[in-house]
């Protein structure tokens, strides 16, 4: 049960306060993921694309987990989120999440009211009545996103900034604090980073936060901002996601390929 709630976590592990889109279209982020002793427990892809098929066309934003190897004959777990923004006001519109452990399946849409302060969530399987969230002020993203977003922030060690995280049918009002500058070494190379960690602060701290977890986000300080690592710490034990694969946005200023040792500002 544990083991399936990290991975949840690390799939909903989340708008910002500026008007810039988390991820570019055509821009992939691929995360191999360790739990406790298990090294390759699992994949995290994160990956834009431009969706014409709407009216209006948006960026599709998914994010795809599943566990791999022992991991997976231990408990076969795969999740999808996919997150729709208005390219026009770069917020998210909706959210699409679902998950299956082995025959156990999991889904819920949810759509913003943005001008009546609320978001109606509907969970489809199993099936539920339709129900409107209050929803807080703030553009709101699941974790994963939000922290991805991160990189746009230009957080220096401590400095901080508000934000919105939308985990199922509950709102978090979280603080992202910038702690440290740490140099960081991974399959692709060793980066210079800032580390930045979200806290309930404005709210009493609910869910993993009151369990006293921990959240932190590896953020290069090359032009590219890439978010190297993520990672969720439990006090029975901790999920790190590790970038292995990175694909440049479809774009001609967009990188094609993170640097290995890059400058601290």
């Known amino acids: 049960m544990i083991f399936r709630f990290a991975f949840s976590l690390m799939l909903t592990?989340?708008?910002?306060?500026?008007?810039?889109?988390?991820?570019?279209?055509?821009?992939?982020?691929?995360?191999?993921?360790?739990?406790?002793?298990?090294?390759?427990?699992?994949?995290?892809?994160?990956?834009?694309?431009?969706?014409?098929?709407?009216?209006?066309?948006?960026?599709?934003?998914?994010?795809?987990?599943?566990?791999?190897?022992?991991?997976?004959?231990?408990?076969?777990?795969?999740?999808?989120?996919?997150?729709?923004?208005?390219?026009?006001?770069?917020?998210?519109?909706?959210?699409?999440?679902?998950?299956q452990q082995r025959s156990k399946k999991a889904a819920h849409t949810v759509t913003f009211d943005y001008s009546g302060a609320q978001a109606l969530y509907t969970r489809t399987e199993p099936a539920e009545p339709a129900r409107a969230l209050p929803m807080p002020a703030g553009e709101p993203l699941d974790l994963i996103t939000q922290l991805v977003q991160t990189r746009d922030w230009h957080l220096k060690p401590g400095e901080k900034r508000d934000a919105l995280v939308l985990f199922d049918d509950d709102f978090y009002e979280l603080t992202i604090h910038a702690a440290r500058f740490e140099e960081l070494r991974t399959s692709l190379g060793t980066f210079n980073t800032v580390v930045l960690e979200p806290r309930m602060e404005k709210t009493a701290p609910k869910g993993m936060f009151k369990k006293g977890s921990t959240v932190r986000v590896w953020i290069s300080q090359d032009e590219r901002r890439l978010p190297v690592r993520f990672e969720v710490e439990f006090k029975i034990g901790t999920g790190v996601a590790t970038l292995t694969r990175y694909e440049a946005p479809n774009s001609p200023a967009g990188p094609t390929a993170p640097d290995a040792k890059n400058p601290r500002p």
């Open 13 to 99: 592990i989340a708008a910002s306060l500026s008007a810039a889109l988390p991820l570019r279209d055509g821009e992939v982020f691929t995360f191999k993921v360790s739990w406790a002793v298990l090294p390759g427990a699992g994949e995290i892809k994160v990956f834009a694309a431009t969706d014409t098929t709407a009216a209006q066309p948006r960026l599709l934003v998914t994010t795809t987990t599943q566990t791999r190897g022992l991991a997976r004959a231990l408990l076969p777990f795969e999740a999808k989120a996919e997150s729709f923004f208005d390219l026009s006001t770069a917020r998210l519109a909706s959210l699409v999440e679902s998950n």
